[in-house]
């Protein structure tokens, strides 16, 4: 085996296992209800991490970003990375050709319903979300929060679409982002933002160095750019 392919394989384990380290603390901590483990596959030159169990369907198109009908797709099918205590969804998946990235996907998606703020631990998460919609009064247990996905696609840059961006509120809101972000700074990101209330300690979270165009990244950084 070459030292590149070495080197290339090295790059991914080693994300692979920070990604796994982290879920367990996060578990041990009781901030998740389930995790799966990081699934690692070849796409002809392209080193992909990702989330198992990838379902197609109208559901997962960008103009279903925000619906009801997206969140219960993702959960119904399990096609995540974890599964946070609220019902939360968070997945990650990466990109990368030899050991530099060339794509990333993060996705928050905030549980829809609101009982007590945590999974009833003898309830199944989708059997509670069904019980949340078939609900005469949904509509006093809903969480009106906003998805939160952050891409990195620097095959697609341009002026109307960064090279990394953040999709909120619409899917054709693309907010411009300084740079990559690895699993851990994007996790951080999501307690920091969306569950300071909870003064959750992280500082054992160490962040993983990502090798990138930093040319691509900087051509389209002339408006607002968002240091996550």
């Known amino acids: 085996m070459s030292k590149k392919n ?14 796994m380290n982290t879920m367990d603390i996060l578990y041990k901590k009781k901030l998740l209800y389930f995790y799966n483990d990081v699934k690692i596959e070849k ?3 392209i080193d992909v991490i990702t989330w198992h169990n990838h379902v197609g ?3 997962n198109c960008g103009k279903s970003f925000t619906t009801l009908n997206q969140y219960e797709h993702i959960l119904e099918h399990g096609s995540y990375t974890c599964l946070m205590f609220d019902g939360s969804i968070l997945r990650s998946s990466f990109e990368f050709k030899s050991n530099q990235l060339v794509g990333h996907s993060h996705l928050w998606w905030p549980s829809p319903f609101g009982y007590n703020c ?21 509509y006093d247990n809903i969480n009106m929060r906003t998805p939160i996905r952050i891409d ?12 990394i961006h953040m ?22 990101y999501i307690f920091d933002n969306f569950y300071s209330h909870l003064d959750i300690e992280l500082s054992e979270l160490e962040m993983f160095k990502l090798n990138y165009d930093k040319k691509i990244v900087s051509s389209y950084m002339n408006g607002t750019s968002m240091n996550l």
């Open 167 to 188: 999709h909120t509120q619409h899917h054709e809101c693309r907010m411009r982002v300084s740079e990559p972000l690895c699993f851990n700074k994007f996790i951080k």
């Open 152 to 163: 990195y696609q620097p095959d697609d840059a341009s002026e109307r679409h960064p090279a």
């Open 43 to 45: 796409r002809g030159d």
């Open 118 to 138: 945590k999974i009833n631990p003898d309830e199944a998460p989708l059997d509670m979300y069904e019980n949340f919609i078939c609900d005469d009064k949904w």
């Open 57 to 59: 369907g109208r559901a």
């Open 6 to 19: 070495t080197k290339k394989n090295k790059t991914i384990q080693n994300l692979k296992n920070e990604m």
